[in-house]
């Protein structure tokens, strides 16, 4: 089955570290991008990614940074300098490579970040 | 900004249909609507989307207003697995702008 892939589910951190999450896709998509959700709110942009190569920061981008060497692949690190890491964080795909709003973007089941 | 409005919670009788209304008095002529839902520990889920004629597929119905400024989501039998968070986004051509939805209980 085609998908999108985030690991691990759960994940603990000890303050001052960085970490990294995992997200793979199979949907030959060429946009992905990470979002961060924390308890009883909706989803916030931190970084997409419309090509290889190539990402753009999102409203909260600060104290995250991210990659796109290939197609499927965007892994996001949180680094020591974000100062509330703790939420729920959501990669997602999407069809276009280009700016389009007829695009929907598929999410994956997400990985929880908690600080020890 | 979520650019949208919707009510916090709302309850369904199961088997009758469900309306979930959205406000997006603000969206531009070329934004879709969109709307999702989140089950508890999930991520969102992808139900349907539109730009000004009403669209209709296996999950749902959705219906928009003829100025564009309002639109409703139909889930015409609800069942015990729709409990969910539902979003109603607008897209403006880069990102989803998500508020914090309806949380919708189906009631036995």
């Known amino acids: 089955d085609g998908g999108i892939t985030q690991s691990p589910k759960y994940l603990f951190r000890k303050e001052g570290q960085n970490v990294t999450l995992s997200c793979e896709q199979n949907?030959?998509?060429?946009?992905m991008y990470w979002y961060r959700q924390d308890p009883g709110q909706g989803l916030r942009l931190i970084y997409y990614s419309q090509i290889v190569n190539d990402f753009q920061k999102g409203d909260i981008a600060e104290g995250y940074s991210v990659s796109r060497e290939k197609k499927e692949s965007f892994p996001l690190t949180v680094t020591s300098a974000q100062k509330n890491p703790t939420a729920f964080y959501l990669c997602?795909?999407?069809?276009?490579?280009?700016?389009?709003?007829?695009?929907?973007?598929?999410f994956g089941d997400g990985t929880r970040l908690s600080i020890l | 900004d979520a650019k949208t409005t919707q009510p916090t919670s709302m309850d369904c009788a199961e088997g009758r249909a469900a309306n979930l209304p959205c406000n997006h008095s603000?969206?531009?002529?070329?934004?879709?609507v969109y709307w999702y839902r989140q089950i508890h520990s999930q991520g969102p889920q992808y139900i349907i989307h539109?730009?000004?004629n009403n669209e209709t597929n296996e999950m749902a119905s959705l219906i928009i207003t003829e100025d564009r400024k309002s639109s409703t989501l139909i889930l015409p039998h609800a069942t015990l697995r729709d409990t969910a968070v539902y979003y109603c986004?607008?897209?403006?051509?880069?990102?989803?702008?998500f508020g914090t939805g309806t949380s919708l209980t189906v009631i036995p």
């Open positions: 539109g730009l000004k």
């Open positions: 949907l030959n998509h060429d946009a």
């Open positions: 997602a795909s999407s069809t276009s490579d280009r700016v389009s709003s007829n695009q929907p973007q598929h």
């Open positions: 986004i607008v897209f403006t051509g880069n990102q989803f702008y």
């Open positions: 603000t969206i531009s002529g070329n934004e879709y």
